[in-house]
């Protein structure tokens, strides 16, 4: 049973415009969300996490979380080219020796 | 702060031969060691958790025995691809975790393994 789940896309969007990734989880023990971005061939880098409800912003991107609904999401306005990767959605229950449990990631394309 | 070093970032094996990968936390003390595989167009996949000192615990589905992971430093943990066949060409990634913070979800920079 997948407990981190993302549309695989892909996600096409023109630049400039507002990209909104999805992600739901399974287990109500999650505590921290995290958003990583994968190039082709690449390891993930960290776009920012999230642990408390609510929006939390940083530049271009927000995340927000809704424990209630298991749902996480990150928007990222004004897309670039340079944005177009995958998007990994990851949890994990925050306790010590943990791992990050990851969804398939979504494709996102930002087309010029 | 936070840098994991993942080394070698390719390698081309022939089958039937190991293959060790290492990876280092270089700036923070990595309490636990996280290895994922990748193949193509799919996700992380955790293979297993390793704890300095201690055994790895191992996934279901991962053989224990293919894959040797040794984590015998606070900053540094390797995993053997033993008796390697080309089913076992993947990308491979650690993740270095320490107390608390984010320093758990710090990666290297991956392995690519091919099994020629």
């Known amino acids: 049973q997948k407990e981190v789940e993302q549309n695989s896309g892909p996600l096409s969007v023109p630049e400039g415009a507002i990209a909104s990734l999805n992600c739901t989880y399974s287990d109500r023990g999650s505590q921290s969300f995290f958003w990583y971005r994968q190039y082709s061939g690449k390891s993930p880098e960290l776009i920012m996490f999230i642990y408390s409800n609510g929006d939390k912003e940083d530049g271009r991107f927000t995340a927000q979380l809704n424990k209630a609904s298991q749902y996480v999401s990150l928007l990222i306005r004004d897309s670039q080219p340079s944005d177009s990767a995958t998007y990994l959605c990851a949890a994990t229950k925050n306790q010590a020796g943990t791992a990050l449990i990851f969804g398939k990631g979504t494709t996102l394309s930002v087309s010029s | 702060g936070a840098v994991v070093s993942q080394h070698p970032s390719w390698v081309i094996c022939k089958s039937g031969t190991s293959v060790k990968i290492e990876c280092r936390s270089l700036d923070f003390q990595a309490t636990t060691m996280f290895w994922y595989r990748q193949f193509p167009k799919q996700s992380l996949m955790l293979m297993a958790t390793s704890n300095e000192g201690s055994k790895a615990t191992y996934e279901q589905g991962v053989e224990k025995d293919k894959f040797l992971i040794n984590h015998a430093s606070l900053t540094l943990s390797t995993l053997t691809v033993t008796s390697a066949h080309p089913e076992d060409s993947s990308f491979y990634i650690c993740?270095?975790?320490?107390?608390?913070?984010?320093?758990?979800?710090?990666f290297g920079s991956g392995t690519r393994l091919t099994v020629v």
């Open positions: 993740s270095a975790s320490a107390p608390g913070g984010v320093y758990g979800y710090t």
